[in-house]
């Protein structure tokens, strides 16, 4: 079983940055792919972000390339996004995830956070 927090969320303006993290425990933390995904009102939950094990392969949804990173510190069993240039199209509930295989499929992680809020103002 892990255990998943995300922080970070909040108000910010357009062009304006974020960093969110999600703490995770239980298992072995390290021995999971995470991931984040995110969900806007009266849309579907969305990947966003996915990093391997180690740390050192990452992969990105093609609306936040170059914009957002994602990184992890499996020491402190840290994960963290962040989140540059933010534009209103970017507002949704973020979602931090852990799953037993490389996966950008929401359906493919068995862990989740509760999810924290980010709003993007024009």
């Known amino acids: 079983q892990v255990q998943l927090v995300e922080s970070g969320g909040g108000l910010v303006q357009a062009g304006g940055s974020l960093l969110l993290s999600c703490a995770a425990s239980?298992?072995?933390?390290?021995?999971?792919?995470m991931g984040w995904f995110r969900q806007a009102p009266g849309k579907e939950r969305e990947f966003v972000a996915v990093i391997s094990r180690s740390g050192g392969r990452t992969y990105y949804a093609d609306s936040v390339q170059g914009r957002f990173t994602l990184s992890r510190d499996l020491a402190k069993n840290l994960v963290y996004l962040q989140m540059n240039s933010l534009k209103p199209e970017d507002t949704a509930v973020y979602y931090c995830?852990?799953?037993?295989?490389?996966?950008?499929?929401?359906?493919?992680?068995?862990?989740w956070g509760q999810g924290t809020q980010v709003t993007v103002s024009s």
């Open positions: 995830a852990a799953a037993d295989h490389w996966a950008t499929v929401q359906y493919d992680y068995a862990f």
């Open positions: 239980g298992r072995t933390v390290s021995t999971y792919i």
